[in-house]
């Protein structure tokens, strides 16, 4: 079992930045690919982007690609989202996710552990 709880989320400008982070708890959350994912209201969630095990290998959605950077600390247990130059677009809950094998996945019914969720409000 793994706990996982976000932080980091708020009322943002168009073109902010903004840094999420996913505190992980419980059997070795270093041993765990994690993932971010979002869900605007009216929309179904939707993947951001995930990390590998070791952190070596990462995984964006095209609406994000050069604006948002994953990364994760296991000496913390811990998985960060950066973000640069928010859209309005961007709005929504955003949900860290654990799955315990080594590689990353885009798809969110391969995440056994998620978090509570942060909500990110960008106004234009």
């Known amino acids: 079992q793994v706990q996982l709880v976000e932080s980091g989320g708020g009322l943002m400008q168009t073109g902010d930045s903004l840094r999420l982070s996913c505190a992980a708890s419980?059997?070795?959350?270093?041993?765990?690919?994690m993932g971010w994912f979002r869900q605007a209201p009216g929309k179904e969630r939707e993947f951001v982007t995930a990390?590998?095990?070791?952190?070596?290998?990462?995984y964006y959605a095209d609406s994000v690609k050069g604006r948002f950077t994953i990364s994760r600390d296991n000496g913390k247990n811990a998985v960060y989202l950066q973000m640069n130059n928010l859209k309005p677009e961007d709005t929504a809950v955003y949900y860290c996710?654990?799955?315990?094998?080594?590689?990353?996945?885009?798809?969110?019914?391969?995440?056994?552990?998620w978090g509570q969720g942060t909500q990110v409000t960008v106004s234009s």
């Open positions: 419980g059997h070795t959350p270093s041993m765990y690919s």
């Open positions: 996710a654990a799955r315990r094998y080594f590689g990353a996945s885009r798809y969110a019914d391969e995440y056994a552990y």
């Open positions: 990390i590998n095990w070791s952190g070596d290998s990462t």
